[in-house]
Every structure is written in C-alpha cells, then in structure tokens.
C-alpha cells in the first residue's frame, strides 16, 4: 500500500509560478498511475493532470494545458506539478492520487483512485 505526501504549497500572486511535488513511499512507484486533482471550496473535486507509469502517456484538464506540467522520477518516488501562470480560479487544495490498476481512459477519473494524499492549499491572490 502507497502512501503520499504532498508539499510545495502556498500563497502566490497572478502570474507567478509554483511547483508541488508528491512524494511515495511503502509500494513499488513505477506501478502507479499518478493525478493530480483540486478541489476549491465548495465544489466538487476535479481532475487537473495524470501520468502514466512510463510517463509516456499524460493527460491534462482543458483549464491548465499550456499552463501545467505532470512530470514523474520514478528513481525518486515522485510526481511532480509544474504550474505556471497562476490565476486566482486555480485556488483550491491540490490531491496527489495514485493507482495500479488504472488504464489511460480512466486517468481522468477520481473515483479510479484507491490512494490519495492529505492535500496541499494552493492560494492565488488577485
């Protein structure tokens, strides 16, 4: 079983960049599909970006293509979010997920998910 920690959080202004990383432990990495997802107050979670076990295969939401970046180090036991020109609507407590069994049709899908970090707050300011 896999446990994941995020960090990399905090309070930035419009435009800045910020990098999260989640880091595994207690499961063999590579086996994992890993996402990222967010969830603001008072909605509902939602998908952000996910990356195969190869990394060869990365899916984003339509809201941060261009902006984010799923990367993995499987030599590491992390995955990684680039985000970069932050607006305020990208507020919200960002998850680390992974899975074993996940296939890349149902990367996007947070109910897939059978293991989930404790989050980490992401503020933009205006």
């Known amino acids: 079983q896999v446990q994941l920690v995020e960090s990399g959080g905090g309070l930035v202004q419009t435009g800045d960049s910020m990098k999260l990383s989640c880091a595994a432990s207690g499961g063999t990495f590579s086996s994992y599909v890993m996402g990222w997802f967010r969830q603001a107050p008072g909605k509902e979670r939602e998908f952000v970006a996910a990356i195969s076990r190869s990394g060869g295969n990365i899916r984003y939401a339509d809201s941060v293509k261009g902006r984010f970046t799923i990367s993995r180090d499987n030599a590491k036991n992390t995955v990684y979010l680039q985000m970069n020109s932050l607006k305020p609507e990208d507020t919200a407590v960002y998850y680390c997920?992974?899975?074993?069994?996940?296939?890349?049709?149902?990367?996007?899908?947070?109910?897939?998910?059978?293991?989930w970090g404790q989050g980490t707050q992401v503020t933009v300011s205006s």
């Open positions: 997920a992974a899975d074993p069994a996940i296939t890349i049709a149902t990367m996007r899908w947070s109910d897939e998910y059978d293991y």
